[in-house]
């Protein structure tokens, strides 16, 4: 399938979907283009993602909405998605059913949102419009204009457990193999290359750039009650938040060193693919895969086609934390156009968070401007 033949898929399921809500619930699933605020608002913690929940939708209304979903994504993301809202479940039993964080129930398969940017009616293939799906480790978003998809960032992964047991003594890893190649990878490195990668021994306690809307040069791990859409006001959560967060980086034995190392900068930290062998690049394409793999094959082929040939050389590989198996890490993948990042530290390295952005066209704010400097 085209992009363009996409985009047309996305707008008759966004259509198809809209059609079957009523009228409160439309006024809820959609904002007016371009509502930027709220379009650049994302988020991958248990909060209100902001749109119409499943739990809002009758069943067929739910079908549509995953029906667009799943065009947005590759068939294996959309399987890893689905199964990443699945293990809700697994996590409420974990957390011994606790009803907390002001919901009726603390984890919940239906706390997913969808929301539709602009009005793809009337808009249709030509946009721009947009649409976004999200709840607790899941954030999908496509910007559609001039006839194609344009921007399909930030997107955001998460499992919680990253490993759970099935009968038979099998493993459900819905990220693992992401997590597997980039142990090979470092793994592999020589003394020389271990010293240009792994960047400090201690991984930060999440993801460095959090659900900043835009990443800049300095950018730290945020605090967990920062990633919500509003603050707690209940000083038991509030406090609760603010302690899981400290409480973390005591058990990790984070130190300033540590948070200073890992640190955002726009110039790539890390080893570039250039120092590493044939084999080890071929491991660190197939990790790039898994990455850009989750969205359709015609927009996975057009972002591999940026790190084809020798721009490949430029893809940066950068490891903080243990190199063991099942231990605490982190890492991330940075070239121009590019960030991949990765952290499983939290329940002892045994809940992944994980996020593919583009520093320069987020949201497709980077086209947009250029669209608009060329027809306004």
């Known amino acids: 399938m085209t992009n363009g033949d996409l985009a047309a898929v996305m707008a008759e399921n966004a259509r198809a979907w809209l059609g079957s809500l009523n009228a409160a619930q439309r006024a809820q699933a959609m904002c007016p283009w371009p509502s930027d605020e709220e379009r650049h608002r994302w988020y991958y913690t248990p909060t209100d993602h902001g749109g119409l929940s499943l739990t809002q939708m009758r069943p067929g209304q739910q079908g549509l909405a995953m029906r667009l979903l799943a065009s947005g994504l590759s068939d294996p993301g959309y399987v890893t998605v689905s199964t990443i809202i699945g293990l809700e479940n697994v996590l409420d039993k974990a957390d011994g059913w606790e009803v907390d964080w002001g919901r009726a129930r603390g984890r919940d398969p239906q706390q997913y949102w969808l929301r539709i940017f602009g009005d793809p009616h009337e808009a249709g293939t030509r946009g721009p419009w947009s649409w976004r799906f999200g709840g607790h480790h899941v954030s999908v978003q496509h910007l559609i204009l001039d006839g194609a998809v344009q921007a399909s960032t930030p997107c955001f992964l998460g499992a919680d457990p ?215």
């Open 162 to 376: 990253a490993s759970s047991p099935f009968l038979g003594g099998l493993f459900l890893r819905p990220l693992g193999a992401t997590e597997d190649l980039a142990g090979e990878l470092v793994r592999s490195l020589d003394g020389e290359q271990a010293a240009r990668a792994v960047l400090a021994p201690v991984a930060p306690v999440d993801l460095v750039t959090g659900n900043r809307p835009k990443i800049v040069d300095g950018d730290d791990v945020m605090p967990l009650g920062e990633l919500w859409r509003s603050r707690f006001t209940a000083p038991r959560l509030r406090d609760s938040v603010e302690a899981v967060h400290e409480m973390a980086e005591v058990r990790a034995g984070t130190r300033p060193e540590h948070r200073e190392a890992v640190r955002y900068s726009s110039q790539p930290k890390g080893i570039p693919a250039s120092w590493l062998s044939a084999d080890q690049q071929t491991v660190l394409r197939r990790l790039l895969g898994t990455f850009i793999d989750r969205v359709p094959r015609s927009l996975a082929e057009r972002e591999a086609e940026k790190y084809a040939g020798k721009r490949f050389d430029g893809v940066h590989f950068a490891w903080a934390g243990s190199q063991e198996p099942g231990q605490p890490h982190y890492f991330r993948l940075q070239a121009p156009g590019l960030l991949a990042e990765w952290d499983n530290t939290q329940r002892n390295g045994n809940h992944v968070h994980s996020v593919w952005r583009d520093p320069d066209n987020d949201f497709g704010d980077d086209v947009l401007a250029r669209h608009l400097a060329q027809f306004h």
